[in-house]
């Protein structure tokens, strides 16, 4: 039997260095009330900001050319929150998060997750709010999504 | 542009007569808290014990057949307290629900939908620690997340 979860684990551990334990320290803390939903809004404002403007790889922002951008902040926001230790905004408007059958329709090629993750490190950087620790568990988390979906949807699609 | 979760949503609604609302009214209260741990493992443990004793609907039991069924049941009562408001149990062992990436491999037919629903409507009568209020804001989540898997995974295979 095609034991696809393990090997998808397996795979994104030999692509990232992290362990399943260290890309979900996000649940060791509970991020949403250390950090609070003004900062997590901020977050994704400067996340979708630096993409819908991302002139120097177009092909990148228009993966999003259907959605408005503030439809994919609210989106991002409510599910990052719920998913920290928030209440469930995302499954309340949306309901299953379901990540690898949503990502489905979209161009989720190796480069994708990596210019994702390329301007999600910069909004990092920038929300001064984020203490470190918070910004490397959720990066580390960050990192271990972009990759599992990346990969998760390519196999799942052949 | 293909509006694939918006039209699952749609069809889901048709089938079941529950809106999203509805269906997630599982977040109104933290059903973790009010039942406890022990209360969904008896749940858990009574509904595995139906499915994989299921001499009627044999075809049902053999989706199973690959898997222990300690597993079944560990990997079952530890998504679903992380999603009734308990600790991340399911994904510090096992990363992201990705509920649709997940059972996309199995058979997800409608009637393995409805098959999956009688055994867990009785096995929610069977654990009497189960308060009626909990056990309506349950059923309509399981019967949502049923038809979601199974529109959800057949549009994705289309």
Not at 70 to 93: H, K, L
Not at 100 to 117: D, P, Q, T, V
Request: proline share 2%; with cysteine.
């Amino acid at each position: 039997m095609f034991e696809f979860m393990s090997d998808l684990d397996s795979l994104i551990e030999e692509k990232t260095g992290l362990s399943l334990k260290e890309a979900m320290s996000i649940d060791e803390v509970n991020l949403y009330t250390r950090l609070g939903e003004e900062t997590f809004w901020n977050l994704s404002k400067c996340f979708y900001s630096k993409v819908y403007s991302d002139e120097e790889e177009k092909w990148f922002k228009n993966i999003f050319k259907n959605k408005p951008m503030d439809e994919a902040i609210q989106n991002q926001v409510e599910f990052f929150m719920q998913r920290m230790g928030g209440p469930a905004y995302y499954s309340r408007r949306k309901g299953h998060p379901a990540l690898i059958g949503r990502h489905m329709n979209f161009n989720m090629a190796e480069k994708a997750a990596e210019r994702w993750l390329y301007h999600m490190r910069n909004a990092l950087e920038e929300v001064k709010e984020i203490d470190e620790d918070s910004k490397i568990r959720m990066m580390k988390y960050f990192t271990h999504t972009a990759y599992f979906l990346s990969y998760g949807v390519s196999m799942k699609k052949n």
